[in-house]
């Protein structure tokens, strides 16, 4: 994948982060976020233990990325 120069790169982000405060503005926050956070933490506590102390492996999302990206260039 090609590495944008660092203007492009913000612009793109500029814009996904006006993308964001427009869906947000249109969905209501249904949980405060120490309700949410307390969730999250939750939802840890009851993964394994196993799974918590085995490194991520992220391998499978490079090769998304990298399958999304050529996607994209086709268009």
Do not use: C
């Not at 405060?21 to 209501?28: F, G, L």
């Not at 939802?43 to 102390?53: F, G, I, R, S, V």
């Amino acid at each position: 994948m090609q590495r944008l120069p660092y203007k492009d790169r913000l612009a793109f982000h500029l814009q996904a982060l006006e993308k964001y405060n427009a869906w947000e503005s249109e969905h209501p926050q249904m949980l405060s976020p120490t309700v949410a956070l307390a969730s999250i933490g939750y939802l840890y506590q009851l993964m394994p233990t196993e799974a918590k102390q085995r490194d991520l492996n992220v391998g499978g999302i490079i090769r998304m990325r990298n399958i999304l990206s050529k996607l994209k260039s086709k268009k």
